[in-house]
């Protein structure tokens, strides 16, 4: 369905002519095919997100856990940053592996990432976590360590993890 999403004319014909033939028949519409093209897909779109940041220069980073789909925390790293025409973009960029829930670890991920990324550290002029109450001392050590890194990397909790809060709190009363 993805390829007859994004298919020109050769690719429809191409599926019109190999699809569903069976598994004797060489189709290159496989499952580890498509999921080839999905992660070339989404290579591409990474590099055109860190050439916008690049060109901004300045950019703030957003890092919170998320759960899959078995429970399992995941690390969203997130890239907010200003277009040319004035216009304030956020993109998801990558999801990591959870790395545990102490600053350090979180820092050397943060860390990892941006240098695996190509993107300088001095640059990063915001970061925003989550500040919930069981790791929010370690989000602080991962402000704290950032900041010791690039002084001018602010600190601005997440304003729609604080907005949750209200509202969980204005639902319980």
Same mark, same amino acid.
């Given at each position: 369905? @993805?390829?007859?999403?994004?298919?020109?004319?050769?690719?429809?014909?191409?599926?019109? &002519?190999?699809?569903? $033939? +069976?598994? /004797?028949?060489?189709?290159?519409?496989?499952?580890?095919?498509?999921?080839?093209v999905?992660?070339?897909?989404?290579?591409?779109?990474?590099?055109?997100?860190?050439?916008?940041?690049?060109?901004?220069?300045?950019?703030c980073?957003?890092?919170?856990?998320?759960?899959?789909i078995?429970?399992?925390d995941?690390?969203?790293?997130?890239?907010?940053?200003? @277009?040319?025409?004035?216009?304030?973009a956020?993109?998801?960029?990558?999801?990591?592996? &959870?790395?545990?829930? $102490? +600053?350090? /670890?979180?820092?050397?991920?943060?860390?990892?990432?941006l240098?695996?990324?190509?993107?300088?550290?001095?640059?990063?002029?915001?970061?925003?976590?989550?500040?919930?109450?069981?790791?929010?001392?370690?989000?602080?050590?991962?402000?704290?360590?950032?900041?010791?890194?690039?002084?001018?990397?602010?600190?601005?909790?997440?304003?729609g993890?604080?907005?949750?809060?209200?509202?969980?709190?204005?639902?319980?009363?």
């Amino acid at each position: 369905m @993805l390829f007859e999403f994004l298919s020109d004319p050769f690719i429809n014909e191409h599926i019109k &002519n190999y699809a569903n $033939k +069976g598994s /004797d028949s060489t189709s290159y519409l496989s499952k580890i095919i498509y999921e080839e093209v999905i992660e070339l897909m989404a290579k591409k779109v990474r590099e055109t997100i860190i050439v916008e940041v690049k060109k901004a220069k300045y950019y703030c980073i957003i890092v919170d856990y998320t759960p899959d789909i078995s429970h399992v925390d995941q690390i969203d790293f997130i890239l907010r940053y200003v @277009l040319p025409n004035g216009v304030a973009a956020e993109r998801f960029v990558k999801l990591l592996d &959870n790395v545990g829930y $102490k +600053g350090t /670890d979180m820092y050397n991920a943060v860390k990892e990432t941006l240098e695996s990324l190509q993107i300088n550290i001095n640059d990063l002029r915001g970061q925003s976590y989550d500040n919930v109450a069981n790791i929010s001392d370690n989000y602080k050590m991962l402000q704290a360590l950032i900041k010791k890194d690039n002084p001018l990397a602010q600190f601005t909790p997440c304003a729609g993890h604080g907005l949750n809060t209200v509202d969980t709190h204005a639902a319980e009363s």
